[in-house]
Each structure stands twice: as structure tokens, then as C-alpha cells.
């Protein structure tokens, strides 16, 4: 009888937590990193593969209760430079209602757009390796969430808009998707290299990176 109750105790533990936990994920390609440049009269996007630091391998999320958990992997090493930055989103049923987690030389950071706006945490040692992860409280764990991540490397650091090499992670979030695997062909003939600014969220990139260097020049 005590081992029956014991089982059944475990089984109802099980049941619970499956209950409360969501898992979501995506692989990414290697050597899709895109380059965006300017050529003779127009910034244009030019695939440039390389670049390990940048290049995603998976970005997933988790929700155990109220807890979530954002994960990125990069093929080389997050690498903690003025000039890189690592972005993941967790958007929730309304896509102007998202918790954007960052990391740039050294210093990771979690804030709420939208429906979560004045969420704001300091993560305490987000990266190991070639991992960034991001554990926070979300204000809604019963939500139907969409994760998605991208990464730049600047050729000056806190020149958003000027040359940078970018990866995106999946690779349908990117300006120049058009139906391809990002590595520069989609196999209609289409490079996927069109012209336009680096991605739709360029507001919110700003928005971030400027409070990411605020807190980097006040931490010198």
C-alpha cells in the first residue's frame, strides 16, 4: 500500500509539472551570417558566411510555472565585445508584447515591451561557452510565446545602422529572407540579398543598445 501511494504521489508530481512546463525551439543553420554593407550607391545585404562568434546554432525557451528560460547557442564562443551584441525575444500573444533578454561585453539584461514594458533585471552570469541563457519571471506563463533571436557584430560599436555583419536565428525574421535556408540561395534562383534597413524591430534595436551602453559607460 505505502509503495502504491508512493507511486501514484510521483506519477501526480510528474503529471503536475508536464502540466506547467512549455518548450519551444529552433535550429539555425551555420555559415549563414549576412553581410550588410555599402557598394558603390546603396547599402545592400551580401551573405558572407564565417563569423562562428555570431553564427546561431538553436535558440529555445522554456516555462516551468512562472519561470522562462531563454537559450541561444552560437557555433564559436559568445564573445563579450563592445561590438557584439546577442538578442533573444519572447513574444507573447500580442507581437508588441515581448521580453527581450541581451548581452553585450560582459553585461546580460532582460526587458518588457508592450503589455510587459517597465520589466527590467540584470542577469547574473548569463554566458558559458558558446551558450547565452536568460531565466527571468514572466507576468504571464499562460501565454501562447514565439522565441526568436539575432546577433550583430558592428564595425563601430553603437553604430546600429552602419556596417555589421548580422545572423538570425530562425532565419524567417531576417530582411532577406525570401524563402531560402539563409546560406544564400533558395534554389529558384533567388539570393535572398535584397536591398532595405537591418530588419523590421530597427526601433527597438536602437532602443536597446542604447540602454546597453548607457549601463556599460556608467559601470567604467
Known sequence: MKLWKSSMLIVGIAVLLLSTLTVSAESDNTGDVWHWRYSETTWNWEHSGGKPNIDITSVSHTITGSEATLTMTVAGTIEDSEKIVYYMHLVGDDETTYYQAF???????????????????????????????????????????????????????????????????????????TGGDGNGGNGNGDNGGGGGTPGFELLAVIAALGAAFIILRRRK
Not at 554566458?127 to 550583430?152: C, L, M, Q, R
Open 103 to 177: 548581452y553585450v561585453n560582459g553585461e546580460g539584461i532582460v526587458m518588457g515591451y508592450g503589455g510587459y514594458s517597465g520589466f527590467f533585471e540584470q542577469l547574473e552570469d548569463p554566458v558559458s561557452g558558446n551558450t547565452f541563457t536568460a531565466t527571468f519571471e514572466t507576468d504571464n506563463p499562460d501565454a501562447t510565446y514565439t522565441v526568436w533571436a539575432y546577433s550583430a557584430q558592428y564595425t563601430e560599436a553603437g553604430d546600429e545602422s552602419g556596417e555589421a555583419w548580422w545572423d538570425y536565428a530562425p532565419n524567417t525574421y531576417s530582411p532577406w529572407y
